[in-house]
């Protein structure tokens, strides 16, 4: 009987033993799943963090290229200027039409690229977002206040952005 009490105590302090491995192993086994889920974390921020710094940069480089655009285009509007003032001074058709082919091509160039002119008449009312009055003359009989009176130089826009704004005569 002394022999059976020891082997029924074996067992149970066997089972002692391997319960505080077992709690250790579970305790292993949650500081694992702690630290996983950390690492899941971070790898989620820096995954965000990438995705966002990709998309900026990808902004930027279309807004350097745009804004590289605009400073070209800025630098060739003098030439536009003065084909338009040659065909105001023309005498002859022939010499007009010529003219008049190198502007079209020229608007055609500039369309391409995104770049249009600024549509602005003689009698239209002054918009400081698109214009800037550089003369102004006092309403005449009939002339509204307000009004452009003479367009000196166009104004032209890439998308919503005023590259140059026209440069106006207003009637006050």
Do not use: H
């Not at 279309?62 to 655009?69: I, L, M």
């Amino acid at each position: 009987m002394g022999k059976e009490k020891q082997e029924k105590a074996k067992p149970e302090k066997e089972l002692k033993e391997e319960k505080p491995s077992e709690e250790k192993e579970i305790c292993e086994l949650e500081q694992a799943q702690a630290l996983a889920e950390d690492y899941k974390r971070k790898w989620y921020s820096v995954s965000a963090e990438y995705d966002n710094y990709r998309k900026r940069n990808a902004m930027g480089l279309s807004r350097a290229y745009s804004d590289g655009v605009a400073e070209a285009v800025v630098k060739l509007l003098p030439v536009a200027d003065n084909f338009g003032y040659a065909l105001d001074s023309a005498s002859d058709e022939k010499t007009r039409a010529g003219i008049d082919k190198v502007i079209k091509s020229f608007n055609s160039i500039l369309s391409s690229m995104g770049v249009e002119e600024i549509p602005l008449e003689v009698g239209d009312e002054f918009d400081e977002s698109v214009a800037e009055a550089v003369m102004n003359f006092p309403a005449e009989e009939g002339e509204k206040p307000n009004t452009v009176k003479q367009v000196i130089k166009k104004g032209y826009r890439s998308g919503e952005k005023v590259i140059r704004f026209a440069q106006v005569a207003v009637i006050v």
